[in-house]
């Protein structure tokens, strides 16, 4: 099992930045990629970005591609989202996941955190 803790969330201005924290723990050692994924009320949820735990491979979503940075801090078991130039609809719990896939789909990560609110007002 691997427990994933997301923090960081909270409310911000448009054109604003946060940084969202993902601490694993467990048999980190069993997944190899780390993924951030949000859901806005009455959507589906959706790809962030993802990140290998070895390697530099990174991938985003067209839509935060620019704005947002996945990185990895090995040593502390954490995975980190920095969003910047945030906007509106950027609004949505998100939530941290692990597995073995780059992949966008939700289905292809088998652990996952509880979520964090991130709430950007125009």
């Known amino acids: 099992q691997v427990q994933l803790v997301e923090s960081g969330g909270g409310l911000v201005q448009a054109g604003g930045s946060l940084r969202l924290s993902c601490a694993a723990s467990?048999?980190?050692?069993?997944?190899?990629?780390m993924g951030w994924f949000r859901q806005a009320p009455g959507k589906e949820r959706e790809f962030v970005a993802v990140?290998?735990?070895?390697?530099?491979?990174?991938y985003y979503a067209d839509s935060v591609k620019g704005r947002f940075i996945i990185s990895r801090d090995n040593p502390r078991n954490t995975v980190y989202l920095q969003m910047n130039s945030l906007k509106p609809e950027d609004t949505a719990v998100y939530y941290c996941?692990?597995?073995?896939?780059?992949?966008?789909?939700?289905?292809?990560?088998?652990?996952w955190g509880q979520g964090t609110q991130v709430s950007v007002s125009s």
């Open positions: 996941a692990a597995g073995w896939s780059v992949g966008t789909s939700p289905n292809e990560y088998v652990y």
């Open positions: 467990g048999r980190i050692f069993s997944v190899s990629t």
């Open positions: 990140v290998r735990w070895s390697g530099a491979s990174t």
